[in-house]
């Protein structure tokens, strides 16, 4: 159980152009979901916490209207990049929180690479 | 201050030794901590949660000090398949947020 599937798992993309990112839960319902991005070699760094039916809570630095996230149901939250810059490309992950007694774990997707040209 | 520190490594051991990591948490309140592993250009994956007591899984052991606010994982009998990178994940219990370590690279050596 706790599956979270990440679609897509690589995109390329023209620099000026969006890139949206779902993340979606498959075998539980997950209230919160977090985007991290992952630079090669390096930590993963939360970008924001995803709250289903309430707006996003950014982290510091990072740029809502660049990134802007939606959790409309239980089990679906989207990331779209919007005027990708190559900058932007990354390693973008999500996860859910569990639920339940699992409620202080998370689970992550499979992450998406992006390569902005 | 960061919220979760470790040493990045790497850690380069011979197959068949032990091995442990230590990372060190600032916050008093945290209630949660877990070790996840992550392999190249893949997600973090569960490897343990650790639990006041320590626990024990197979060749990994897994200790919380909370006087000190560290946790260890320790690895025994290392295979080639325990080379990865192994992050630290501290949450506190009313909190949302998930704190990471940076990460300890363990390469072990044939």
């Known amino acids: 159980g706790a599956v979270v599937s990440q679609h897509p798992s690589r995109v390329i993309c023209k620099s000026g152009t969006s890139v949206k990112i779902e993340c979606r839960s498959l075998?539980?319902?997950?209230?919160?979901m977090f985007w991290y991005r992952q630079f090669p070699k390096k930590s993963l760094m939360l970008m924001a916490t995803s709250n289903e039916g309430s707006k996003a809570t950014y982290e510091q630095g990072v740029e809502k209207d660049k990134f802007l996230i939606n959790h409309a149901s239980l089990t679906l939250s989207t990331l779209t990049v919007t005027s990708a810059h190559p900058e932007d490309s990354s390693f973008y992950i999500c996860?859910?929180?569990?639920?339940?007694?699992?409620?202080?774990?998370?689970?992550f997707g499979p992450g998406t690479r992006l390569t902005v040209l | 201050r960061k919220e979760v520190e470790q040493d990045p490594g790497p850690f380069n051991v011979p197959e068949g030794a032990t091995v442990a990591f230590n990372c060190t948490y600032s916050?008093?309140?945290?209630?949660?901590f877990f070790w996840y592993r992550q392999d190249c250009r893949k997600e973090p994956k569960l490897l343990m949660s650790v639990y006041s007591s320590g626990n024990e899984d197979g060749r990994f052991t897994a200790q919380l000090n909370r006087a000190s606010q560290y946790i260890s994982l320790l690895i025994r009998d290392s295979k080639l398949s325990d080379s990865a990178t192994y992050l630290c994940?501290?949450?506190?219990?009313?909190?949302?947020?998930?704190?990471f370590g940076t990460g300890t690279s363990l390469t072990v050596i044939p």
């Open positions: 916050n008093s309140a945290s209630q949660s």
């Open positions: 996860s859910a929180r569990g639920s339940g007694r699992r409620y202080n774990e998370q689970f």
């Open positions: 994940v501290v949450n506190t219990f009313t909190g949302n947020q998930f704190y």
């Open positions: 075998d539980f319902q997950a209230t919160t």
